[in-house]
């Protein structure tokens, strides 16, 4: 089980953090990413990070603003969304798969996702 917190309300420029935790079931190490979805769009790779931590991925649209990473509890992620813009409004989708990849097809667990809205 995946569960995301940490959504809401932003004004454009500045900062909100994700977080998401994951529990029961799903064994070995795995990688965790996060995927977005805004209304009318396919859902779309955001950012991931390897169970050591030491191997992330970003799309173009967030690198240099979001920062992911692991928690010292292995199972549990967080993504520092850094000066937001309007178009990162989405529902945010916390995944979990075998290793750090871009497709969501390569991730075998999802949560249930949390809303950011980011104002102008």
């Known amino acids: 089980q995946l569960v995301e917190s940490g959504g809401g309300l932003v004004q454009a420029g500045g900062s909100l953090r994700l977080a998401c935790t994951a529990s029961?079931?799903?064994?070995?190490?795995?990688?965790m990413g996060w995927f977005r979805q805004a209304p009318g769009k396919e859902r779309e790779f955001v950012a991931a990070?390897?169970?050591?931590?030491?191997?992330?991925s970003y799309s173009d649209s967030v690198k240099g603003r979001f920062i992911i990473s692991r928690g010292y509890a292995r199972n549990t992620m967080y993504l520092q969304m850094n000066s937001v813009k309007p178009e990162d409004t989405a529902v945010y989708y916390c995944?979990?798969?075998?290793?750090?990849?871009?497709?969501?097809?390569?991730?075998?667990?999802w949560g249930q996702g949390t809303q950011v809205t980011v104002s102008s």
């Open positions: 995944a979990v798969g075998a290793s750090v990849a871009t497709k969501a097809t390569m991730y075998n667990y």
């Open positions: 029961g079931g799903i064994k070995d190490s795995y990688a």
């Open positions: 990070v390897s169970w050591s931590g030491d191997s992330t």
